[in-house]
């Protein structure tokens, strides 16, 4: 039978390196993109000529299910959400409807169109927020400390509960923090490698940063893409950590960033408590042996590799593109 995937949040980091990774597995792709007033496919462009896109949102329902319908998926990958921590306590409500209820309106168009579908659900290592142990297994209780992470559990929980209620073939991947050179600016990887450039070339001479003792397992997304294809494969549909088990602190991240052009971190990142969170994760560090017992998953980049890359993506693209003194008002003011 032929393979379609069909991919919601394909314009995000992960849905384009998902999208390249299951088009050189001979799928049909299709994304689910909603309506904005500017182009958002900067990340899907090079593959806009074997993708094909949808319109849908994860607020309507009826949208939803018009999709499923339409393109007839064997695999459905629901990466879309409302996916910055920092902003969901500004939008608690809209990152509960977005990030908690699209699930079950996701789950229920599956239900209703078709229960063979596997269903992917894109969970967090910040359900583990106030981490109960370290490191963080699938058994890990959660106690999540935002409202992203709330809602998150909710879909983790859910996604769970239609496996058990309906007996589909519903996985939640727990990804910890996963990155690249397609990394929103405002996650503090990306703002870091963008920072460094900046300064690098000379445009900025100042990195405003919040907690640097915070500490993530970080890894490359690339690498996660495939681990959630592989959980769809399994002959039993069930949950997993997707993680490098290796953890850093924000000030790593600095540090490798900054001398990777030749600089001294410490002369340029200032700490501003603006960027402060109202309740913070200090610590995630997770335990991928399941993933790597079952799945045969493991990353390929190493943290300083990964960081590297990132700095020379931005340095190519900040020398390459005149720059837009608004990008840089527009990270120090809200990430
Ligand atoms: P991004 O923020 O890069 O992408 C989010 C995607 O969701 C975008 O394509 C966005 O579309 C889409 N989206 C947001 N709201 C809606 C909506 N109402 N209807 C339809 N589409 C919508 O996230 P990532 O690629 O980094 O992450 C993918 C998923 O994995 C997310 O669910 C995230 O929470 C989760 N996750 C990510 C981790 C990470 O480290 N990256 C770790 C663990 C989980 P648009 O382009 O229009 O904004
Ligand atoms: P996170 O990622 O909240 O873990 O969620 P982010 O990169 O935003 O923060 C990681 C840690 O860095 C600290 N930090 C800063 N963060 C940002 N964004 N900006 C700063 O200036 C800054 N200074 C310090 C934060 O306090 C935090 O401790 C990401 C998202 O991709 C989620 O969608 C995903 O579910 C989780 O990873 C796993």
Redesign the pocket.
Known sequence: MDQIAFITGITGQDGSYLAEFLLDKGYRVVGMTRRSSTDSMERIEHLQTRIELLQGDLLDQASLVAAIQAVKPTEIYNLA?M????TSWNQPVLTAEFTGLGVTRMLEAVRQVDPAIKFYQAS???MFGKVREVPQNELTPFHPR?P?GVA?AYGHFLTVNYRESYGLFAVSGI???HESPRRGL????R?VTDGVARISLGLTNVL?????D?R?DWGFAGDYVRAMWAMLQQPVACDYVVATGIDHS?RDVCQIAFERVGLDYEKYVVL?EH???PA???H?LGDPTKARQELGWQPTVSFEDLICMMVDADMERLRNHPVRHADVAFASAH?
Do not use: I, Q
């Open positions: 959400a996916s910055f921590v920092p967090s290592s910040e935002s992203y998150k990804l910890f923090n405002e996650f503090v990887t703002k405003r940063m919040g907690n640097l915070a993530r924000v501003d960027l402060l969170r913070e994760v200090d995630l990430s």
